[in-house]
């Protein structure tokens, strides 16, 4: 058995009221493999209801602090750890397995923010390569039906079967194998087929929202601008009114690049925001940039991933 003690104290200034106060132990494991970490009481339970409850509910857990967890596997119990620490954007993980695994633990461990995470690093992982079956096979036995995993499974599945993936092709083979194996993958693709009839699957990555417990919120704005492009009136109030290198920065400059790409600017529309960047120096430099920076890339969309933009994006807008 070995211990492990904390050693990121520090790491984050904002995050210092965490990691004050007593530690709580936290057994993961048993026998020879069983892993102990003394973890800021306060760190667990900002982070997860189900440590909040066991160490406010008057249970022996809140009075010896002490919690035990017999069932998890310490190897990817270090990885939330870590997660605890430094959040999903700088955790590194070796495959999309262990994505899978760390969603399922988040969904035991009551932890919300790990599970959305775990599920945009899963989605982007598969935006570019196929779901094998021993990853769907993770998801069908650590989830249940009707679960937001299971539910990106089968929206993935459907499309790299119509989508991404001639017929035939062998790496749709691990979709067909696991249809045979289990029932429950199975019943379920199927009734998405049904509703979906012959309308366009839909893609994870261009929309996470259905997967995540706590999607991001989007304002009516950057909707109408998704649809219609940056107005030049828009334009000119966020490049006069926000500091350089904001978020409101970004999005207007990544607007711009899009809808300039794709051309999506009606002629006086067009007109307009070259004459902003005449006369606007650090937006015309700052556009070039980003040109440049994105090279000859398919087009971003702006909904695809608001995280980006998370400082603009407000509720009930």
Known sequence: MTEERSTYKGVFPDAADMLEGSPAAVHVGCGDAKKIWHLPETLLKSKSEFFTKALEGGFTEG????ITLPEENPDIFKYFVEWLYIGDDQLVVPDSDTFVCLWTLGDR????????????????CHSDYYMGEG???????????GSKLRQFAVDQCLFDVRKRYAQGNEKLWSYSRFVKDNEDFAQQLAEATILLGDGNPRDPLHDKSPYLLNPPPCTSKMRYTSDHGMPPYLLAFIWDACAPGSKLHKFALDQCVIYARMGGFDAPNKEAIIRFAEEHEDFAKAY???????????RRDL???????SSIAK???
């Open 135 to 145: 990853t769907l096979k993770q998801i069908y036995d650590g989830s249940t039906r």
């Open 63 to 66: 009075i010896s602090k002490i």
């Open 288 to 298: 070039v940039a980003v040109s440049i920076t994105n090279g000859h890339r398919e």
């Open 303 to 309: 909904l695809q991933d608001l995280g980006d933009y």
């Open 109 to 124: 461990l009551v932890c919300p923010l790990l599970q959305d995470g775990m599920m945009c690093d899963l989605i982007a």
């Open 315 to 317: 509720p009930n807008e």
